[in-house]
């Protein structure tokens, strides 16, 4: 680093999903399959950051290689939410998401593949920021699903969240896949208001299926839009009701290639059998958890012969259709805003039924199916029955692709408008039991 040099975030705690590599540090994906492993390089995200100075405080846990949406399919530890330590603090990237509404660190890093990072930033109460698919290098990041996974930042403002996203966003040689397109700066010139901004309500994303208290949060979020000067016009996104359905088949696709190369051969856990048959099946019988299991079979059944055509390809058909429909929706609007979840944080082993889980994600995964850029931004709290804790709640805000500076000026112009940003509200934090 020269002499004189300026670091953007110097001295600034981070704190690192433990799906990224960082050199010489162990990288677990929160699985037992990787539980020894050490990382020989870093990734490219975070080398951008420290590289401006940040300073990496550690790992933070999530849902074993990403795969839920509570942080409770950890192998290795349990993450509570600092609202309630009752309730999960949402996943996959649930530990960062949690570190940051604690005050653990400043800012944290965490993937998207479905909502890994805007659900957990709503059941925290802190801004999560999935950018254009492409658009930060995922060079370093262990993939789950290769056409969908996403870094992006969480923090306690939009500022923050602007910040560490210019510094790591652009052209990575190490990372086919990300985008050679000049990256506008999305820091800086933020609008005072929303004055003359269509922000789309979904007609498809109708508020009268969620429960009443959680609905009047949305619908004054909705109002808070309008008084800052924003016109609500009704887009539809038709297709969209079929992305849970769309992504359950290809995530879990990609996630049964991805993860073949664990099998105890390489690196990793390997737990030794009469063959070389035998110890691929007992290393990732003991490896992998019921949840990472359960995808691979999925996906391995989506991708056999003679159900290919049938599942995944129809799948990738459906894909195409929604990203049209988000396409066709923004000719009449500039942003769309809906819920980020269609409840705060629930409580331990709530959702132990796979598809109730699956269906947190709801309002998430057509926008990670169609690559836009989206965030969730505090937006209200609610009560739930029987508790005195006042749980957070995100608005879920979503541009075209690459508009992510129109994206983070809307986001922080709600934000300034408001008064639910983390900073104005943080949590009250209990002592630990243990």
Same mark, same amino acid.
């Given at each position: 680093?020269?002499?004189? !040099?300026?670091?953007?975030? $110097?001295?600034?705690? &981070?704190? @690192?999903?433990?799906?990224?590599?960082?050199?010489?540090?162990?990288?677990?994906?929160?699985?037992?399959?990787?539980?020894?492993?050490?990382?020989?390089?870093?990734?490219?995200?975070?080398?951008?950051?420290?590289?401006?100075? !940040?300073?990496?405080?550690?790992?933070?846990?999530?849902?074993? =290689? $990403?795969?839920?949406?509570?942080?409770?399919?950890?192998?290795?530890?349990?993450?509570?939410?600092?609202?309630?330590?009752?309730?999960?603090?949402?996943?996959?990237?649930?530990?960062?998401?949690? *570190?940051?509404?604690?005050?653990?660190?400043?800012?944290?890093?965490? %993937?998207?593949?479905?909502?890994?990072?805007?659900?957990?930033?709503? =059941?925290?109460?802190?801004?999560?920021?999935?950018?254009?698919?492409?658009?930060?290098?995922?060079?370093? &990041?262990?993939?789950?699903?290769?056409?969908?996974?996403? @870094?992006?930042?969480? %923090?306690?403002?939009?500022?923050?969240?602007?910040?560490?996203?210019?510094?790591?966003?652009?052209?990575?040689?190490?990372? $086919?896949?990300?985008?050679?397109?000049?990256?506008?700066?999305?820091?800086?010139?933020?609008?005072?208001?929303?004055?003359?901004?269509?922000?789309?309500?979904?007609?498809?994303?109708?508020?009268?299926?969620?429960?009443?208290?959680?609905?009047?949060?949305?619908?004054?979020?909705?109002?808070?839009?309008?008084?800052?000067?924003?016109?609500?016009?009704?887009?539809?996104?038709?297709?969209?009701?079929?992305?849970?359905?769309?992504?359950?088949?290809?995530?879990?696709?990609?996630?049964?290639?991805?993860?073949?190369? =664990?099998?105890?051969?390489?690196?990793?856990?390997?737990?030794?059998?009469?063959?070389?048959?035998?110890?691929?099946?007992?290393?990732?019988?003991?490896?992998?958890?019921?949840?990472?299991?359960?995808?691979?079979?999925?996906?391995?059944?989506?991708?056999?012969?003679?159900?290919?055509?049938?599942?995944?390809?129809?799948?990738?058909?459906?894909?195409?259709? @929604?990203?049209?429909?988000?396409?066709? $929706?923004?000719?009449?609007?500039?942003?769309?805003?809906?819920?980020?979840?269609?409840?705060?944080? =629930?409580?331990?082993?709530?959702?132990?039924?796979?598809?109730?889980?699956?269906?947190?994600?709801?309002?998430?995964?057509?926008?990670?199916?169609?690559?836009?850029?989206?965030?969730?931004?505090?937006?209200?709290?609610?009560?739930?029955?029987? %508790?005195?804790?006042?749980?957070?709640?995100?608005?879920?805000?979503?541009?075209?692709?690459?508009?992510?500076? &129109?994206? @983070?000026?809307?986001?922080?112009?709600?934000?300034?408008?408001?008064?639910?940003? *983390?900073?104005?509200?943080?949590?009250?934090?209990?002592?630990?039991?243990?």
């Amino acid at each position: 680093m020269a002499a004189g !040099a300026v670091l953007p975030l $110097a001295g600034v705690p &981070l704190a @690192i999903k433990d799906n990224m590599c960082v050199i010489g540090t162990r990288t677990t994906c929160a699985s037992k399959i990787l539980g020894d492993w050490v990382a020989p390089y870093t990734a490219t995200a975070v080398e951008r950051l420290l590289r401006a100075g !940040a300073l990496p405080l550690g790992k933070t846990n999530l849902d074993e =290689f $990403a795969m839920g949406s509570s942080c409770e399919n950890s192998a290795l530890a349990t993450t509570h939410n600092p609202w309630d330590p009752t309730r999960v603090p949402g996943g996959s990237s649930g530990g960062s998401a949690a *570190a940051v509404a604690a005050g653990e660190a400043v800012i944290a890093l965490g %993937s998207d593949t479905g909502g890994s990072i805007r659900e957990p930033a709503a =059941f925290c109460g802190v801004v999560g920021f999935k950018p254009t698919y492409g658009r930060v290098s995922r060079y370093g &990041l262990i993939a789950f699903a290769s056409s969908l996974d996403q @870094i992006g930042p969480l %923090s306690k403002s939009v500022e923050d969240a602007a910040l560490v996203y210019d510094l790591m966003a652009g052209k990575d040689p190490c990372d $086919a896949t990300t985008v050679d397109r000049p990256v506008e700066a999305t820091l800086g010139g933020f609008p005072k208001d929303l004055a003359g901004l269509r922000v789309g309500i979904v007609r498809d994303f109708a508020l009268d299926r969620l429960e009443p208290d959680v609905r009047a949060v949305y619908e004054a979020a909705y109002g808070d839009l309008q008084r800052l000067g924003a016109d609500l016009v009704e887009v539809a996104l038709p297709t969209a009701d079929y992305g849970v359905a769309t992504y359950y088949l290809i995530a879990p696709a990609e996630c049964s290639s991805n993860l073949a190369r =664990f099998d105890g051969m390489r690196y990793g856990l390997r737990a030794e059998g009469a063959d070389v048959l035998e110890t691929y099946e007992r290393t990732r019988a003991a490896g992998f958890g019921n949840e990472v299991k359960r995808r691979i079979l999925i996906g391995t059944h989506a991708l056999s012969s003679g159900y290919y055509d049938a599942y995944y390809v129809r799948a990738q058909k459906a894909r195409t259709l @929604i990203a049209a429909d988000f396409a066709r $929706a923004f000719e009449a609007c500039d942003v769309i805003a809906c819920p980020a979840a269609a409840s705060p944080a =629930f409580e331990f082993n709530a959702k132990s039924d796979p598809l109730a889980m699956y269906l947190m994600d709801y309002y998430t995964i057509p926008m990670s199916l169609a690559g836009v850029p989206s965030l969730s931004v505090p937006c209200g709290y609610v009560t739930p029955q029987g %508790s005195d804790k006042p749980l957070p709640l995100g608005l879920e805000l979503t541009a075209p692709l690459f508009a992510e500076r &129109l994206l @983070i000026g809307v986001a922080r112009a709600y934000e300034s408008g408001t008064q639910h940003a *983390a900073h104005r509200v943080p949590p009250v934090l209990e002592a630990s039991a243990r």
